[in-house]
């Protein structure tokens, strides 16, 4: 069994690399991580007492008076956990709910009080309380926290203060927002309050223990997201997937990120900021992502030959358009020839996925960051370039999460294709994005060569959207067990390499490559 250090390892080697690159550029661009107060919330966490559960998170939140809630501005996800944290307590039913953020000024409360009343739309809060000029983070995420607090809560409030730039004045905005908080609690003495501030102002001594000058006897628990150093240190656990830890009795942590897809959503941001134009450039998002898992891999970006490492690697580097209009995909994927419906699957994919890896073009199309899908989408590019960017350059498409034409027959042989892409396409996601959940038939016992056939000849026999969903639902449970696999260490990233580089296009070639996996996993699991 795969010791404590070794999992760890496993499941953050791929992520370290690419993190590495990101943090340089955020160095770069933003030096406050260097100031005392950034510090100290750094080093305050590096130790946890036990691991959590969903039950266990609900205890602790129901024990509180005051739930601080730490926010990493540049993560939808952040303030979305909060909005769920807000619905689940107040479902609860035993107390009302108050919920006081950050991100609002409290002298622009009178504003919030007109759109808490419906007096006032949306767009007229979102221009009135400047929120692009004095916030500039995502707006929907928030915009959702807010209504998730009107339809379940008693009140909000703005909790904070100029100036926002100047870290020399940021304790004097910790004593603002505790002087608030306290008020809150005066006029709601029989609620919990949910405050969402941002989360170097949680350490030990800042925002909380200037609550607990103030408010001495109230049970205070700050709940932080996605602590690094915390994050690291789980991924020690042998469980699958660690949801929450408990640092101490007054501080829990949950994992809803992983630490490069909090530092990739705040270097779009800084990109965003520093051209000082409508969207961030999500290119050297990819582009790092898809180096972090070569090197995991082992291959060689520069080799010149096209054997055991694909050839030239660095010049099959794909394009990546950021908030493509519909057109302009229209414009793009009709010189390929590709169907009116096969558009509007394309289209669909980019909508409800936030990205899309178009094999045919060899490029990105991306709208939304969202890690685990670009992950998968970074994963499948490499996976084509490692075989020459076949659909490119003839024209054949046997990819279909992407939107891509489905030109070919239901065949056994694009049945298997499917299988061995979408499972590569997992496998390099859960490398990338360890917090990816797992199938939930993922037991190898159940994967066999006879099983995998008379899937795909049931598959064959059904529509389009049937064969697509058999495979892929073959292809994620064969991707989780080569990631278990790995984990356990009983294969190396270079011998995975193998599978990147497989040729998918010759007659009965994918399911040799296939059942020979299912085999070889099979073996492992004995």
Not at 182 to 200: K, Q, T
Request: proline share 4%; with cysteine.
């Amino acid at each position: 069994m795969a010791s404590t250090a070794n999992l760890r390892s496993r499941r953050s080697i791929a992520q370290l690399h690419a993190l590495a690159g990101v943090e340089r550029e955020i160095r770069a661009q933003d030096s406050h991580n260097r100031r005392k107060y950034l510090r100290e919330f750094t080093e305050a966490f590096h130790s946890y007492d036990s691991l959590l559960d969903s039950q266990a998170i609900r205890n602790a939140l129901h024990s509180a008076d005051v739930v601080l809630i730490g926010d990493y501005h540049a993560l939808p996800g952040a303030q979305r956990y909060a909005a769920s944290l807000i619905e689940e307590r107040a479902l609860t039913g035993d107390r009302p709910v108050v919920l006081g953020v950050e991100t609002i000024f409290a002298r622009d409360q009178h504003i919030l009080d007109e759109w808490w009343r419906r007096e006032i739309d949306e767009a007229e809060l979102h221009q009135r309380i400047r929120f692009d000029l004095d916030w500039g983070y995502d707006w929907r995420p928030f915009y959702e926290l807010l209504t998730s607090a009107r339809d379940h809560g008693e009140a909000i409030y703005g909790l904070d203060c100029m100036p926002r730039e100047n870290l020399r004045k940021i304790g004097a905005r910790d004593r603002h927002a505790a002087a608030k908080i306290v008020e809150i609690r005066e006029r709601h003495p029989d609620a919990v309050v949910l405050v969402l501030f941002g989360e170097s102002h949680l350490a030990p001594g800042h925002l909380p223990r200037v609550l607990q000058k103030e408010m001495p006897g109230t049970r205070i628990l700050t709940v932080l997201q996605n602590i690094d150093a915390l994050y690291w240190r789980a991924a020690g656990e042998r469980v699958d997937k660690v949801d929450a830890v408990r640092v101490n009795d007054d501080v829990v942590c949950v994992f809803n990120a992983t630490p490069l897809e909090k530092y990739e959503s705040y270097r779009l941001y800084l990109d965003q900021w520093s051209r000082c134009d409508t969207g961030p450039d999500f290119a050297p998002t990819i582009y790092n992502l898809v180096d972090s898992l070569a090197a995991f891999l082992e291959i060689n970006r520069y080799s010149p030959h096209n054997g055991t490492q694909p050839k030239f690697l660095v010049d099959m580097l794909p394009e990546v358009h950021g908030n493509p209009s519909d057109a302009m995909l229209r414009r793009l994927l009709s010189r390929k020839r590709i169907s009116e419906q096969q558009l509007k699957t394309t289209l669909a994919n980019v909508e409800e996925r936030g990205s899309a890896y178009l094999p045919q073009l060899n490029a990105f199309c991306i709208r939304q960051f969202q890690m685990m899908h670009a992950a998968e989408d970074a994963t499948r590019f490499l996976h084509h370039a490692c075989r020459g960017l076949p659909e490119r350059l003839n024209g054949q498409s046997v990819n279909r999460e992407d939107g891509a034409k489905f030109s070919t027959a239901l065949t056994t042989d694009t049945f298997y294709t499917r299988v061995v892409e979408d499972a590569i396409a997992y496998f390099g996601c859960r490398v990338l994005y360890p917090s990816r959940p797992a199938p939930e038939t993922e037991d190898s016992a159940t994967l066999s060569r006879a099983a995998c056939e008379k899937a795909a000849q049931a598959a064959i026999r059904g529509d389009e959207q049937k064969f697509e969903s058999v495979a892929r639902d073959w292809g994620y449970r064969i991707g989780s067990q080569i990631y278990a696999t790995y984990l356990a260490g009983k294969v190396k990233p270079g011998g995975l390499r193998r599978l990147f580089l497989a040729h998918l296009d010759e007659p009965g070639l994918a399911r040799k490559v296939c059942t020979a996996v299912i085999a070889r996993l099979r073996a492992a699991s004995r």
